[in-house]
């Protein structure tokens, strides 16, 4: 039975009457003004004393920024594992009562919202309003996974504390056994005992990522007992070997790897979960150079099969796209320019126990065609494929 210790402890936070001119510092250099024009004062201008020179600055109060009010936890960038590790600080910060927002290069997420775009320094006083919006709405802190734009976004602001890691982290769990079904891990509890759990993380970086987020969540004060009995519940990192499931015998996963490292990244992982053959969708969009085209082409050949079809093309015809990545990989390569038929051909192709891989996109919800922005989602696209070959159920 839980005991009632709290779940975190923080330390208080700062006064905001601190924040003044003297010590404002803005996060972009357009806004280094003297008057900012879109923050809002907390007072109005001190009056001038009939004694006072005018040539004398006056003293004007004006709101803090949003991240004062707010603890900092920053994960290191390294590849799939800091993105899959953001995301695991998130659900264990919140399953421990805290309310954090999250902000990575793929987006973020704030006050309850997901914003699927790239953070951009053009667009930061967007992103402080949405960080305003998350603290007016209870929020308490902030995960940001380390990016340039992000650091730029936040420059020159200190946050109310920082969520460190370890300097000495230990292992919470170790992995049993690896399956494109599940995981089984061995929990070690802090009172030295364990205990056996199976989890529905598919594959070894998420759950490298899922240790890193115990260690620094539990170092941040949460109980460890309570901490650990979230894990049970915890679903897959969006667009990081995220399955779909409905019953197939086979692995279905949407994944972002949208770059020759990445996706050469994870073709290597997923063959150590247990499946017969690889069968892969991929492409590129349309701002790529030809000689990255190629080099994804040429990391797609760790698959057995392998579908190219269209990943926001823009502009440029998808049929030269297609050409680079088929000169990549050699050729060999079946042609699909119809985004949603080349992951239902894939679906087709797969038998028992082999692994669809349908890469690219992973959370990113929008195909763009030309002038064109459409909602797109290929998990919903995976299942359509899947109920049109008789699965439709929502479990293995």
Request: glycine residues 8%; neutral net charge; proline residues 7%.
């Amino acid at each position: 039975m839980l005991t009632a210790e709290p779940i975190f402890q923080t330390a208080p936070a700062a006064s905001t009457a601190e924040a003044t001119v003297a010590n404002f510092r803005p996060s972009h250099p357009s806004l280094a003004t003297s008057t900012p024009p879109r923050f809002r004062r907390l007072g109005s201008v001190r009056k001038v004393a009939s004694s006072q020179s005018l040539s004398e600055p006056l003293q004007i109060s004006v709101r803090d920024h949003p991240l004062q009010r707010l603890d900092l936890c920053r994960v290191t960038r390294q590849g799939r594992v800091s993105a899959a590790a953001a995301a695991f600080i998130h659900t264990l910060l919140s399953g421990a009562g805290r309310r954090p927002a999250l902000l990575t290069p793929e987006g973020g997420l704030m006050a309850g919202r997901l914003f699927p775009q790239r953070p951009k320094i053009s667009e930061a006083t967007e992103w402080e309003r949405l960080l305003a919006t998350h603290v007016r709405s209870g929020g308490d802190c902030l995960i940001i996974e380390e990016d340039s734009e992000i650091e730029e976004l936040l420059a020159g602001v200190s946050p109310r504390s920082h969520l460190q890691a370890p300097t000495s982290p230990r292992a919470w769990i170790q992995a049993q056994a690896l399956h494109w079904r599940g995981s089984r891990l061995q929990v070690f509890s802090h009172d030295g005992t364990t205990r056996t759990t199976h989890l529905p993380l598919i594959g070894r970086s998420n759950l490298l990522a899922l240790d890193l987020a115990l260690n620094r969540v539990i170092h941040a004060g949460c109980c460890p007992t309570r901490t650990l009995a979230i894990l049970p519940s915890l679903d897959p990192p969006t667009g990081l070997l995220e399955p779909v499931h409905a019953g197939q015998p086979y692995g279905v996963f949407v994944d972002r790897a949208s770059c020759a490292a990445d996706l050469a990244e994870l073709l290597t992982e997923a063959r150590t979960l247990s499946g017969r053959r690889i069968v892969l969708v991929t492409g590129i969009h349309g701002s790529s150079t030809p000689e990255e085209r190629r080099a994804l082409g040429a990391a797609a050949a760790a698959a057995d099969e392998v579908v190219f079809t269209s990943d926001n093309p823009r502009h440029v015809p998808v049929a030269s796209i297609l050409r680079d990545l088929q000169a990549g990989l050699g050729g060999g390569a079946l042609e699909e320019p119809d985004r949603h038929t080349a992951i239902a051909t894939a679906v087709r192709r797969a038998k028992s126990d082999d692994l669809v891989l349908i890469a690219g996109k992973g959370s990113r919800p929008f195909q763009e065609l030309g002038s064109a922005v459409i909602p797109w989602d290929d998990r919903l696209h995976a299942r359509d494929a899947l109920a049109g070959r008789g699965w439709v159920g929502d479990s293995l």
